[in-house]
């Protein structure tokens, strides 16, 4: 199996215009991303997918691989999959090819978590697979920006919700992580190539409208999304306020 890391990256954003091309220290975000990632020893390459020239320009500036794509897609997803449409055009062997779709806006992403994510598809049986991490706070627990997700057999994943799940009968809120082990979702996703063209072209389900969670479209349509769980700790930056937060960290 060969693994593709390929990073989406927009201009536009409502919270963060220009986001990929914040600096952290000098080093721009989608650069320490890309730099990150290319640490992974499971990754043949690594492409930044794009719809914007300026993005376009500094990545290959600063001697990173880089592709323009639409600016129409809905998602990370949509442009991902444009990307493997252009670097892998033989479709023939997509079976044995997978792409790992790495979040543009994590510069601190641990090349082991994307190794990790890999390892599932050690399974030939694995279509897509994502990381989860064990909840540790209350504040995790019940915010709605943090994504829980239930498991059931061999690490396939039953559900995500905004929501903590699964609910605890007889026991009061604030007392349920002393009693169950709740996990959160780490949004990296590893998918076969040709598991990839298949659900991108699935129209969104009314639970996925209802979360806010492409991920529910799949398991709607009968995908079997495979787990793993890591240490790793994901850190995103959505606002120029998460920014001013991860400076210290570079």
């Known amino acids: 199996m060969e693994f593709t890391g390929i990073i989406p990256a927009r201009y536009a954003s409502t919270r963060f215009p220009g986001k990929p091309l914040a600096m952290i220290n000098g080093v721009s975000m989608i650069m320490r ?7 992974a020893s499971c990754l043949s390459e690594v492409v930044v997918a794009t719809d914007d020239k300026r993005i376009f320009d500094h990545v290959n500036e600063q001697g990173g ?6 600016g129409k897609h809905a ?10 449409c252009t670097l892998l055009p033989d479709e023939s062997k997509w079976n044995e090819h997978t792409v790992i779709n790495i979040q543009g806006d994590e510069p601190f992403i641990e090349p082991n978590a994307i ?3 890999s390892e599932c598809f050690k399974d030939p049986a694995t279509g897509i697979a994502t990381l989860i991490k064990k ?3 209350k504040e995790e627990l019940y915010s709605p920006d943090v994504v829980k997700v239930i498991s059931g057999k061999d690490k396939q994943a039953v559900y995500f919700s905004r929501s903590p799940i699964p609910f605890i009968k007889g026991v009061d809120a604030s007392n349920w992580m002393s009693v169950f082990s709740f996990y959160k ?10 598991i990839l063209k298949e659900i991108a072209t699935l129209g969104p389900s009314v639970l996925e409208q209802a979360e806010g969670l492409e991920q529910l479209r799949w398991l709607v349509n009968g995908y079997s999304i495979r787990i793993e769980e890591t240490d790793y700790e994901s850190i995103a930056v959505d606002t120029p306020a998460d920014l001013l937060k991860i400076t210290n960290k570079a």
């Open 185 to 194: 979702h780490i949004g990296i996703y590893a998918y076969r190539a040709d």
């Open 33 to 39: 991303v890309y730099r990150q990632a290319q640490k």
């Open 135 to 137: 909840i540790s706070t």
């Open 75 to 84: 998602s990370g997803t949509d442009r991902v999959y444009e990307a493997i």
């Open 115 to 117: 190794d990790t994510l």
């Open 65 to 70: 691989k880089v592709l323009m794509t639409s």
